[in-house]
């Protein structure tokens, strides 16, 4: 079965700080995705990728980064965290326009 | 841009009631439309696909399409306590692989 892991699947970051949220993926999909959560917003889509070493904005790139070092992983940055960048935050990955497999999460809280 | 909007944001049906979910999109080309279920504290999961004008039938669920209307449904028949959940939309158009996702439906199913 397809499977998306993401680590850690919680965090604690203080105003300012570095964030590194990963993701790895086994499904040889060449599409993946960042996405946030908030209630009362849905998904919205932060950055993407379809082939490795290329990362493409989302919606909502602002204040993110993303690398796609390999087929497998691909990160999200916060670089300069910000309360406002408290979400849950979940990874996909999929093939074109199939389905999309989703990661269960990292639940990121900056204080 | 794209624009997906759900309806209604929160529904309350009884077990063995009919739930029925709807979702308008923006773009005309669109051509790949996706309902996601996402329980408590887990990351979504598809639930079903439909690429074509018309009903589409998997056990107690129906997807309905009508591209003219720019509308997309989603019925579930019998519902059950466990079919609990927040429901999203998700709109494709050919050759974009960014998916748009509509702000989901909570449904609750009461015994």
């Known amino acids: 079965e397809a499977a998306v892991t993401q680590s850690p699947r919680s965090k604690v970051a203080v105003t300012g700080g570095k964030v590194t949220l990963s993701c790895h993926q086994t499904n040889n999909h060449d599409y993946m995705y960042w996405y946030r959560q908030d209630t009362g917003h849905g998904l919205r889509l932060i950055h993407y990728?379809?082939?490795?070493?290329?990362?493409e904005k989302g919606d909502i790139p602002d204040g993110y980064k993303a690398s796609r070092p390999s087929q497998e992983n691909f990160s999200l940055i916060l670089e300069l965290a910000s309360l406002s960048q408290t979400a849950v935050y979940f990874c996909?990955?999929?093939?074109?326009?199939?389905?999309?497999?989703f990661g269960p999460g990292t639940r990121l809280t900056v204080l | 841009q794209q624009k997906v909007q759900q309806s209604p944001e929160s529904l309350i049906v009884p077990e063995g009631g009919m739930a029925s979910l709807n979702c308008t999109f923006s773009?005309?080309?669109?051509?790949y439309f996706w309902w996601y279920r996402q329980h408590s504290g887990e990351g979504p999961k598809a639930l079903m696909?439909?690429?074509?004008?018309g009903d589409k039938k998997e056990g107690r669920f129906t997807a309905h399409l009508n591209k003219a209307s720019l509308h997309v449904s989603l019925h579930i028949k019998d519902s059950q306590p466990s079919d609990s959940a927040l429901y999203f939309c998700a709109v494709l158009s050919g050759g974009n692989y960014k998916p748009t996702f509509g702000k989901g439906t909570s449904l609750v199913v009461h015994p």
């Open positions: 696909s439909i690429f074509s004008n």
């Open positions: 996909a990955s999929s093939e074109s326009s199939y389905e999309q497999y």
């Open positions: 990728s379809y082939v490795a070493d290329s990362t």
């Open positions: 773009d005309r080309n669109s051509q």
